[in-house]
C-alpha cells in the first residue's frame, strides 16, 4: 500500500521528514475584557508539508507534475487524526527538483531533492 494517492494513482514513497499539518479554522476575536473569543469555522484542513524525494527519474518526476496539471486533484493519505485514510481535494504548492544526470542531449535523466507541499482545498 502507498503512503499517498493522487488522482487514485500511487505516488513513490517518499523520504523521511514529510510531515502533515492539521489546522483548525477559527473566527475569532477579542470582547470588552481582551478574552479570546473564537468559534470554529467548518472542518480541520490539510496540508501535506516538505514531501521530498532524494532521487527521481525524469518519467517518475514528470508523473508527479503531472499529476497536477489540472492543479486541483483527489489525493487521498492516512489521516494522523483518525488513523485512516482521507480523500481531499487538494492542490499543490511550489514543486522544485534539481536535475542530476543528463543524456547525450542535455535533457535530465535523474533528478534529485524533488519538492512539493500539496494543500487542502477546504471542500
Not at 494513482?9 to 523521511?16: D, G, L, Q, S
Not at 492539521?22 to 480541520?44: F, H, L, M, W, Y
Request: hydrophobic share 40%.
Amino acid at each position: 500500500m502507498a503512503y499517498i494517492y493522487v488522482n487514485g494513482v500511487e505516488f513513490p514513497y517518499p523520504a523521511r521528514g514529510c510531515n502533515i499539518i492539521v489546522t483548525t479554522p477559527v473566527d475569532s476575536t477579542r470582547n470588552a475584557k481582551a478574552e479570546v473569543v473564537a468559534q470554529r469555522i467548518g472542518r480541520d484542513q490539510y496540508k501535506i508539508n516538505a514531501l521530498v524525494w532524494p532521487m527521481l527519474t525524469a518519467k517518475q518526476w514528470k508523473f508527479i507534475l503531472q499529476a497536477f496539471s489540472n492543479f486541483f486533484a483527489t489525493v487521498t493519505f492516512p489521516d494522523p487524526v483518525t488513523d485512516e485514510y482521507i480523500s481531499l481535494k487538494m492542490y499543490p504548492g511550489d514543486r522544485s527538483a534539481e536535475p542530476y544526470w543528463v543524456d547525450k542531449d542535455g535533457k535530465p535523466t535523474t533528478y534529485v531533492n524533488c519538492k512539493v507541499n500539496i494543500i487542502d482545498c477546504g471542500v
